[in-house]
T-cell receptor, first 116, second 113 residues
Framework: AQKITQTQPGMFVQEKEAVTLDCTYD???????LFWYKQPSSGEMIFLIY??????QNATEGRYSLNFQKARKSANLVISASQLGDSAMYFC?????????????FGKGTKLSVIP | DGGITQSPKYLFRKEGQNVTLSCEQN?????MYWYRQDPGQGLRLIYY???????QKGDIAEGYSVSREKKESFPLTVTSAQKNPTAFYLC????????????FGDGTRLSIL
């Protein structure tokens, strides 16, 4: 069974500082994908970054980067130069294949608060 | 602009009543999904559909039903059999069999009267 673990229920970071949000996963699949989503208080889910299990380079998207350590089964999100607008819930999710389709399993999330 | 529209934004259900949540997408995506989110929790999959007129149960399908008569639409009915329906419901869509992310609507918040 696939499982995502986010061990930090809440995190605080000073504005303009970098922060790392932890994500570990468990799967027996060789091919899988890892996603990070941001959920502001308004509720919508915003896609941030994707890492495939066969990608050799760590993914980057603007201020977001994914620290992918395959042997340790971790896919931590790094946000550089935090902004007040980064305050939100952050979810790590894993794509897995089943019954001829692909689905996502989500972690329980980390609430990030950016302090001015 | 392409996107996913969920309606209504807020919905109230009386005891013993069925209610239907709407989800429409104009992204030309093959696959559509319904998730439930409880406070402080991640998203759990209710139902998903990869193609018109076909859908599969997710992890928590009991008390819910869906239909997929059109590619653009994937309504979710919360039946009276769902004893704890109060939650935030999110609809998503994606290309089938791809590494592209799922795109989400803005959600419907369902409460019991």
């Amino acid at each position: 069974a696939q499982k995502i673990t986010q061990t930090q229920p809440g995190m605080f970071v000073q504005e303009k500082e970098a922060v790392t949000l932890d994500c570990t996963y468990d799967t027996s699949d060789q091919s899988y994908g890892l996603f990070w989503y941001k959920q502001p208080s308004s509720g919508e889910m915003i896609f941030l970054i994707y890492q495939g299990s066969y990608d050799e380079q760590n993914a980057t998207e603007g201020r977001y980067s994914l620290n992918f350590q395959k042997a340790r089964k971790s896919a931590n999100l790094v946000i550089s130069a935090s902004q007040l607008g980064d305050s939100a819930m952050y979810f790590c999710a894993m794509r897995y294949s089943g019954a001829g389709s692909y689905q996502l399993t989500f972690g329980k999330g980390t609430k990030l608060s950016v302090i001015p | 602009d392409g996107g996913i529209t969920q309606s209504p934004k807020y919905l109230f259900r009386k005891e013993g009543q069925n209610v239907t949540l709407s989800c429409e997408q104009n992204l030309n995506h093959d696959a559509m999904y319904w998730y439930r989110q409880d406070p402080g929790q991640g998203l759990r999959l209710i139902y998903y559909s990869q193609i018109v007129n076909d859908f599969q149960k997710g992890d928590i399908a009991e008390g819910y039903s869906v239909s997929r008569e059109k590619k653009e639409s994937f309504p979710l009915t919360v039946t009276s059999a769902q004893k704890n329906p109060t939650a935030f419901y999110l609809c998503a869509s994606s290309m089938k069999y791809s590494n592209q992310p799922q795109h989400f609507g803005d959600g419907t918040r369902l409460s019991i009267l």
